[in-house]
């Protein structure tokens, strides 16, 4: 069965954290376990937009992703960050390999509509997911390393959140697992512990109410497009232990 890893932009800038759970891919992956990665890289575009005198916008959430960011987007997480987590992993013994999402329409959206009247530019919700690469990538023994970048329409490209990416990705090769790692230990309810386990309803109860914030409310909405549509399991945080536990009823 195939397990959906997604890794997140804070994550990058842990070295420590990012080097033990590289070292856990590629454990599980040694072992015979089908894994794909789907990473963002939200950090290392600020740096890249402040190193280039470019304004960071964003409006709910997301990044306002116009003509001038566009390209710096691509660039670095199909570029610097897609390709630097591929030579860690190969260093650490996995033979992985990077695709775009926009490779072969792994990943398609259309235009984000206006929030709030305001444009996002060329920001996309993930609307299809092609799974023939990845599954051929598979089949052939690699991890597959995955940026979120998808294929808008009129070949166009948009930068989309890296959760419902990987949701997307988790639901179209029918995987059993879909593990978020994050920089928080888990899903944290009104008092601030860790919800070890959680049912559909309940997460709904959370999105409902104004405890599940931040990076966290797209997360847990993506963990729950993915828990309707068949991945039995859902984690989000460290993926060796601890953590928050989606599971089907």
Same mark, same amino acid.
């Given at each position: 069965?195939?397990?959906?890893?997604?890794?997140? #932009?804070?994550?990058?800038?842990?070295?420590?954290? $990012?080097?033990?759970?590289?070292?856990?891919?590629?454990?599980?992956?040694?072992?015979?376990?089908?894994?794909?990665?789907?990473?963002?890289? /939200?950090?290392?575009?600020? @740096?890249?937009?402040?190193?280039? #005198?470019?304004?960071?916008?964003?409006?709910? *959430?997301?990044?306002?992703?116009?003509?001038?960011?566009?390209?710096?987007?691509?660039?670095?997480?199909?570029?610097?960050?897609?390709?630097?987590?591929?030579?860690?992993?190969?260093?650490? *013994?996995?033979?992985?390999? /990077?695709?775009?999402?926009?490779?072969?329409?792994?990943?398609?959206?259309?235009?984000?509509?206006?929030?709030? *009247?305001?444009?996002?530019?060329?920001? *996309? $919700?993930?609307?299809?997911?092609?799974?023939?690469?990845?599954?051929?990538?598979? @089949?052939? /023994?690699?991890?597959?390393?995955?940026?979120?970048?998808?294929?808008?329409?009129?070949?166009?490209?948009?930068?989309?959140?890296?959760?419902?990416?990987?949701?997307?990705?988790?639901?179209?090769?029918?995987?059993?697992?879909?593990?978020?790692?994050?920089?928080?230990? /888990?899903?944290?309810?009104?008092?601030?512990?860790?919800?070890?386990?959680?049912?559909?309803?309940?997460?709904?109860?959370?999105?409902?109410?104004?405890?599940?914030?931040?990076?966290?409310?797209?997360?847990?909405?993506?963990?729950?497009?993915?828990?309707?549509?068949?991945? $039995?399991?859902?984690?989000?945080?460290?993926?060796?232990?601890?953590?928050?536990?989606?599971?089907?009823?």
């Amino acid at each position: 069965m195939i397990t959906v890893i997604k890794l997140g #932009g804070s994550l990058l800038e842990d070295g420590a954290r $990012r080097a033990q759970a590289l070292q856990e891919i590629v454990a599980r992956w040694k072992s015979g376990q089908k894994l794909v990665v789907v990473h963002g890289g /939200g950090k290392r575009i600020d @740096a890249m937009l402040s190193r280039l #005198g470019i304004a960071k916008r964003t409006h709910a *959430g997301l990044r306002i992703t116009d003509d001038a960011t566009l390209p710096v987007v691509v660039a670095t997480l199909a570029g610097i960050v897609n390709k630097s987590l591929v030579a860690e992993l190969n260093a650490l *013994g996995a033979e992985a390999a /990077g695709i775009a999402g926009s490779d072969a329409g792994t990943l398609v959206a259309e235009q984000h509509p206006p929030i709030d *009247g305001v444009e996002l530019g060329h920001v *996309g $919700r993930v609307t299809a997911s092609h799974p023939a690469l990845l599954q051929t990538m598979l @089949a052939s /023994g690699f991890l597959p390393v995955v940026a979120s970048i998808a294929q808008g329409p009129n070949a166009s490209l948009l930068n989309v959140n890296a959760d419902s990416a990987a949701a997307a990705l988790a639901i179209a090769l029918g995987a059993k697992t879909l593990h978020f790692i994050t920089d928080v230990a /888990g899903l944290l309810d009104a008092n601030g512990n860790v919800v070890p386990h959680l049912a559909e309803a309940d997460a709904e109860k959370f999105l409902a109410s104004t405890i599940v914030s931040g990076g966290m409310r797209p997360k847990l909405e993506a963990a729950l497009s993915a828990l309707r549509a068949g991945v $039995r399991s859902i984690g989000i945080g460290e993926l060796t232990e601890g953590g928050t536990n989606l599971v089907a009823a």
